[in-house]
């Protein structure tokens, strides 16, 4: 299993352009995050999907939109980037009945914003 | 979910235990105590969770106190490669709409040889 896998690894954009962030899960699990880091600071939720055809906002949404393509694959889409959205970027998933309910977190996308 | 309170450093000596304690006094009863760790530059990664018992895997323990106010985690023979940030989270079940996982600033663990 590759577990969580991000695509891209690292991007550069300008002010204004836009992007599509990819996250897939070969884990069957059943919901999917996107979670940004910033410097020196903890993990904060953008937008999570806890199931298949459905999406809900994190504690930072704004700027942000997201696409529950199938059960696999959960995108983020910045619109109109922003210096602000520079940061690094995780995608987890996680089961929702039994288990331990933890998420496991893919390798993270680098986004600068100039 | 509960906030949780975490030094912000500490250092261990390579081979020997490393206690990383955090205190969560506003838990509540039906609120789990988490472990992640991030080591740098990667994602998160689960360790261990509880709900008022001791439990243990392979990769630490983890001693939850009888008020369940405080909690610490033990990685029981650190390594260089446990040199990582640990993060301690205290949730619910993911359920309607508490899917949140809230991570606080953790703790940087340097390990040294």
């Known amino acids: 299993n590759a577990g969580v896998t991000q695509t891209p690894k690292f991007q550069v954009l300008k002010t204004g352009q836009s992007m599509t962030l990819q996250c897939a899960q070969d884990m069957n699990h059943n919901s999917m995050y996107w979670y940004r880091q910033d410097p020196g600071m903890g993990l904060r939720l953008i937008y999570y999907s806890a199931s298949e055809g459905t999406t809900d906002k994190g504690e930072v949404p704004n700027g942000y939109n997201v696409s529950r393509l199938n059960k696999r694959e959960f995108s983020l889409r910045l619109e109109s980037a922003a210096p602000s959205q520079t940061s690094v970027y995780f995608c987890a998933s996680s089961v929702t009945s039994g288990g331990a309910y933890e998420q496991y977190f893919g390798p993270g996308t680098r986004l600068t914003v100039t | 979910d509960a906030k949780t309170t975490q030094p912000t450093s500490m250092d261990c000596a390579e081979g020997r235990a490393a206690n990383l304690p955090c205190n969560h006094s506003t838990i509540s009863g039906n609120e789990y105590v988490y472990w992640y760790r991030q080591i740098h530059s990667q994602g998160p990664q689960y360790i261990i969770h509880?709900?008022?018992n001791n439990e243990t895997n392979e990769m630490a323990s983890l001693i939850i106190t009888e008020d369940r106010k405080s909690s610490t985690l033990i990685l029981p023979h650190a390594t260089l490669r446990d040199t990582a940030v640990y993060y301690c989270i205290v949730r619910v079940l993911p359920g309607g709409s508490n899917y949140k996982l809230t991570f606080g600033k953790g703790t940087l663990l340097t390990v040294n040889p």
């Open positions: 509880g709900l008022k």
